[in-house]
């Protein structure tokens, strides 16, 4: 019997939904931001500067594929990749961007932003046996919230710690973003919250932000007895990775440093540490994909585009296809990277479950799926 004919009007709507997510998930589909390296700085005297400029374009590609290879995969794994020459970077590599530039009758200094072919890179990395990972996420928000005498900060003015992360941090695979305030009529004790979140507070502030993962970075200023800086921070999260990150860190600056410079280290060190967290635990292994069939229940066009979303955002999943429809669930076809175990690991991190049940796989966004013990 026709499709139509068993469920007309919501079948057909269904059936063009997938077809929209078929077209509109490639495997590997991701963020080329991720494999964008931005400030490349370079800084080249030759015989003449249309020499130095030609040399120092090759040195940025050299330097920006190295970092990218840092951002994707461990030491341990990149000290495996053979040499790359220099025209096969060529042939990785997209474009080279030019942010800034100063040029002599010798010397090329620049800033360059150079943008890598994705399914180059991938391709290079797979054939060399090097486990990697991707970012597919929203970004990590981070609130800086400041302790002072006179109560917290975090939209106010006079927020040194805030100051530091709009400065950026280290660029790395996780994006890493901090609002722009927002009027003062709408948030007049954001500060305050902040400073004193507890679970609900941090899921509210992350609804808010759209995003899945949020920190609150509560710090107090403070000084040795000789005038060092000193700087504590206490890390709160919602979200895999935000959680993940929680606990007190300290920093002391040195003798003679400023506290701005000691405020720029802690945010590399977080930083840092959000991206060594999701490298450790989202690392792709190479081989041959897995396949795993699954039942997803169906409860209208906003269900598939969220679970579309996500599913893109699980960098162990490469593709997936359509195998059955019913009014009711569709049954999808995975095609993964890595142990299942990974996988649901994976999955819980970007909002999706997969559970066993009635002798098959459900996999069900974490707003949908029914809580324990409910029918």
Same mark, same amino acid.
């Given at each position: 019997?026709?499709?139509?004919?068993?469920? $007309?009007?919501?079948?057909?709507?269904?059936?063009?939904?997938?077809?929209?997510?078929?077209?509109?998930? &490639?495997?590997?589909?991701?963020?080329?931001?991720?494999?964008?390296?931005?400030?490349?700085?370079?800084?080249?005297?030759?015989?003449?500067?249309?020499?130095?400029?030609?040399?120092?374009?090759?040195?940025?590609?050299?330097?920006?594929?190295?970092?990218?290879?840092?951002?994707?995969?461990?030491?341990?794994?990149?000290?495996?990749?053979?040499?790359?020459?220099?025209?096969?970077?060529?042939?990785?590599?997209?474009?080279?961007?030019?942010?800034?530039?100063?040029?002599?009758?010798?010397?090329?200094?620049?800033?360059?932003?150079?943008?890598?072919?994705?399914?180059?890179?991938?391709?290079?990395?797979?054939?060399?046996?090097?486990?990697?990972?991707?970012?597919?996420?929203?970004?990590?928000?981070?609130?800086?919230?400041?302790?002072?005498?006179?109560?917290?900060?975090?939209?106010?003015?006079?927020?040194?710690?805030?100051?530091?992360?709009?400065?950026?941090?280290?660029?790395?695979?996780? &994006?890493?973003?901090?609002?722009?305030? $927002? &009027?003062?009529?709408?948030? &007049?004790?954001?500060?305050?919250?902040?400073?004193?979140?507890?679970?609900?507070?941090?899921?509210?502030?992350?609804?808010?932000?759209?995003?899945?993962?949020?920190?609150?970075?509560?710090?107090?200023?403070?000084?040795?007895?000789?005038?060092?800086?000193?700087?504590?921070?206490?890390?709160?999260?919602?979200?895999?990775?935000?959680?993940?990150?929680?606990?007190?860190?300290?920093?002391?600056?040195?003798?003679?440093?400023?506290?701005?410079?000691?405020?720029?280290?802690?945010?590399?060190?977080?930083?840092?540490?959000?991206?060594?967290?999701?490298?450790?635990?989202?690392?792709? $292994?190479?081989?041959?994909?897995?396949?795993?069939?699954?039942?997803?229940?169906?409860?209208?066009?906003?269900?598939?585009?969220?679970?579309?979303?996500?599913?893109?955002?699980?960098?162990?999943?490469?593709?997936?296809?359509?195998?059955?429809?019913?009014?009711?669930?569709?049954?999808?076809?995975?095609?993964?990277?890595?142990?299942?175990?990974?996988?649901?690991?994976?999955?819980?991190?970007?909002?999706?479950?997969?559970?066993?049940?009635?002798?098959?796989?459900?996999?069900?966004?974490?707003?949908?799926?029914?809580?324990?013990?409910?029918?």
């Amino acid at each position: 019997m026709p499709l139509r004919r068993r469920f $007309p009007r919501l079948a057909a709507l269904l059936a063009a939904a997938l077809v929209s997510i078929m077209a509109a998930a &490639p495997a590997g589909a991701v963020d080329d931001d991720s494999y964008t390296v931005h400030d490349v700085h370079v800084d080249v005297t030759a015989e003449n500067v249309n020499v130095a400029r030609q040399q120092g374009f090759a040195k940025g590609q050299r330097d920006a594929f190295d970092a990218l290879i840092q951002r994707f995969t461990t030491p341990e794994e990149a000290a495996h990749l053979p040499p790359v020459k220099d025209d096969q970077l060529d042939e990785l590599v997209l474009d080279v961007g030019v942010d800034q530039e100063k040029r002599s009758t010798v010397r090329y200094i620049a800033t360059l932003s150079v943008r890598f072919k994705p399914d180059e890179i991938r391709r290079l990395l797979r054939d060399a046996g090097i486990a990697y990972t991707e970012w597919r996420g929203r970004p990590l928000v981070v609130l800086p919230v400041l302790q002072t005498d006179n109560g917290p900060l975090l939209w106010e003015s006079g927020n040194g710690w805030a100051n530091a992360w709009k400065g950026g941090a280290a660029q790395g695979l996780v &994006p890493i973003v901090v609002p722009a305030p $927002p &009027p003062s009529a709408q948030a &007049p004790d954001d500060a305050l919250q902040a400073a004193t979140a507890g679970p609900d507070t941090l899921a509210a502030f992350a609804t808010r932000f759209e995003t899945q993962d949020l920190v609150v970075a509560a710090g107090v200023i403070g000084r040795t007895d000789d005038g060092r800086a000193t700087f504590d921070v206490t890390l709160t999260g919602a979200g895999p990775l935000a959680a993940a990150m929680a606990g007190t860190r300290s920093w002391q600056g040195e003798a003679g440093e400023a506290l701005e410079a000691v405020l720029r280290r802690a945010v590399t060190d977080i930083a840092a540490t959000a991206n060594d967290d999701y490298k450790r635990d989202n690392m792709l $292994p190479t081989g041959e994909t897995q396949s795993l069939a699954v039942s997803v229940p169906i409860g209208g066009l906003a269900d598939w585009e969220q679970l579309r979303a996500r599913l893109i955002r699980t960098t162990a999943v490469r593709s997936w296809e359509v195998a059955a429809l019913s009014q009711t669930s569709a049954a999808l076809v995975l095609h993964f990277l890595g142990a299942q175990q990974q996988l649901e690991a994976a999955m819980v991190q970007n909002g999706l479950v997969l559970s066993w049940a009635d002798d098959h796989w459900v996999l069900q966004t974490q707003q949908t799926k029914p809580a324990e013990g409910t029918q």
